[in-house]
């Protein structure tokens, strides 16, 4: 599943669940600064009635002006990742990514700063795995640069790989045209194969900006795309074919 946010003065609750039984949590630390011997995630196998919590996370040699989990999640009960904000700057968006092979009891940094693995410019929208190698990122650069940035692994996070969204049709690259302000502002559907994210143009000038779903069923090989409603909203897919779009006037 996704994560659920609960938000409290200086903290923040991120939490994800399997099913009803299955659940697991972290919490953000805006303020003071983190302490990094005292940074974990929770688990729950009973609905929340009892809870084990994780080894620290590996985060002693990490410098972090801040530590915001943002998005945590599991593919199967063992398998799972977290995404966390560190720092920020000059359209710089730094963050590390962890990741669990034994259900949240302990933790691995695949992505940081320091390791050149992940672009660490531009906003990360979306995190997702697949499965325990496969996994996505969605990132936003709010016009700053053209062109969609996009990365995908097949190694659980160590290497990422450039992923090259098709011009939606309006014109030929579309996406490279710095006027259009591209940039992806979430993943919206994840399941087996099958990868949902949505994406927005800004157009300089322009008031209302427009917007695609962009869907794989083939872990990315090829892709389709429809054109969404226009203006500030959110979208919430229910299932690959059915959505909720909530449209801010």
């Known amino acids: 599943g996704m994560a659920t946010e609960a938000g409290f003065a200086e903290s923040t609750i991120i939490f994800t669940a399997m099913d009803l039984d299955t659940i697991w949590t972290t919490l953000t630390n805006r303020s003071p600064a983190p302490q990094a011997d005292s940074l974990f995630t929770w688990q729950s196998i009973d ?26 999640g599991f593919s199967d009960r063992n398998n799972g990742w977290l995404l966390v904000h560190n720092g920020a700057g000059m359209n710089h968006d730094y963050v590390s990514i962890f990741t669990t092979a034994n259900g949240g009891a302990s933790w691995t940094r695949v992505v940081d700063p320091f390791k050149d693995n992940l672009m660490m410019s531009c906003s990360k929208t979306g995190l997702v795995f697949l499965d325990a190698l496969n996994g996505w ?51 919206l559907y994840s399941r087996a194969n099958t990868l949902i ?14 917007r695609w779903l962009y869907t794989t069923q083939n872990d990315g090989f090829s892709w389709s795309w429809q054109s969404l409603p226009g203006g500030y909203g959110e979208i919430f897919l229910l299932s690959p074919t059915q959505a909720l779009s909530l449209i801010h006037i």
Not at 50 to 62: A, H
């Open 47 to 72: 609905g929340g009635a009892t809870w084990s919590r994780s080894d620290p996370l590996p985060v002693t040699d990490l410098a972090m002006e801040l530590f915001m989990p943002d998005n945590i």
């Open 197 to 210: 994210v949505s994406l927005t143009c800004m157009h300089y000038g322009v008031s209302n900006p427009q």
């Open 137 to 187: 990122v969605t990132i936003d650069c709010h016009g700053v640069k053209a062109g969609i940035d996009f990365y995908s692994t097949a190694d659980g996070g160590h290497t990422w790989q450039a992923v090259v969204l098709p011009s939606p049709g309006v014109e030929p690259n579309y996406f490279d045209n710095f006027d259009n302000a591209c940039g992806l502002d979430g993943i």
